[in-house]
């Protein structure tokens, strides 16, 4: 089971960019990285998946190193809603369904 | 984009009662969801596998006589608080896997029920 390692919180200011690292030394070979959003007493948000090397998609972006042993999460320019935890996980693979396991997370607090 | 719903949003019953949260994927089908249980200020922790058809896996330390699931169909999952107390009180979250690409699921996760037990 492929831990995470995450920074319990972050500040930052409304227009910059906020980049949330996330360890997993353990990492398989088959498992994927996915990172979700959760804002209070709701459900977790599917950000962005990858692999590795770099995924960009509308929200945000994924930076996977070759070793995959840890993953970057970036999100340009924060709003005041970015407000949330963030959680890294990585994709279990279990009987052909994928099992997560979700850390603490990542608390960013954006100021304005 | 992929919706799961659960019902009902917040319940609040009395101790010893039952209480059920349905966990349903609103748009497509789901061979299997999972159920977490989150406290203030902690993070998810999933409880069990619910799959279509067959029992459900619980996590090590979830008492599965007291938390009953049942995965009738490709869209519905259900929880069952049985004889509920005060420390069953928590945020109860479905999720519901979809398929995707390479062989991947992608995991949809519903609103969240708020439990409170009196």
């Known amino acids: 089971l492929a831990k995470t390692t995450q920074p319990i919180s972050m500040d930052s200011y409304e227009g910059q960019e906020v980049n949330i690292t996330c360890s997993h030394n353990?990492?398989?070979?088959?498992?994927?990285i996915t990172w979700y959003q959760q804002f209070p007493s709701q459900g977790p948000r599917f950000i962005i998946q990858?692999?590795?090397t770099k995924v960009t998609n509308e929200v945000a972006s994924l930076f996977i190193p070759a070793d995959r042993k840890s993953s970057t999460l970036s999100l340009p320019r924060v709003s005041l809603s970015d407000t949330a935890v963030y959680y890294c996980l990585v994709a279990e693979n279990s009987g052909g369904y994928q099992k997560v396991t979700f850390g603490i997370g990542t608390k960013l607090q954006v100021i304005p | 984009g992929a919706v799961v719903s659960q019902h009902p949003s917040w319940v609040i019953c009395k101790s010893g009662t039952s209480v059920k949260i349905e966990c349903r994927s609103l748009?497509?089908?789901?061979?299997?969801m999972f159920w977490y249980r989150q406290f203030p200020k902690q993070s998810l922790m999933l409880m069990a596998t619910?799959?279509?058809?067959?029992?459900?896996?619980?996590e090590q330390g979830v008492e599965k006589d007291k938390f009953l699931i049942n995965h009738a169909s490709l869209t519905l999952s259900t929880l069952t608080v049985t004889s509920a107390h005060p420390e069953d009180s928590s945020f109860y979250i479905c999720s519901a896997a979809k398929l995707a690409g390479g062989g991947m699921n992608e995991q949809f996760f519903g609103p969240g029920t708020r439990l409170t037990v009196l």
């Open positions: 990858g692999y590795k």
């Open positions: 353990n990492i398989a070979t088959n498992d994927y």
């Open positions: 748009d497509f089908q789901a061979t299997t």
């Open positions: 619910s799959n279509e058809g067959s029992k459900a896996t619980y």
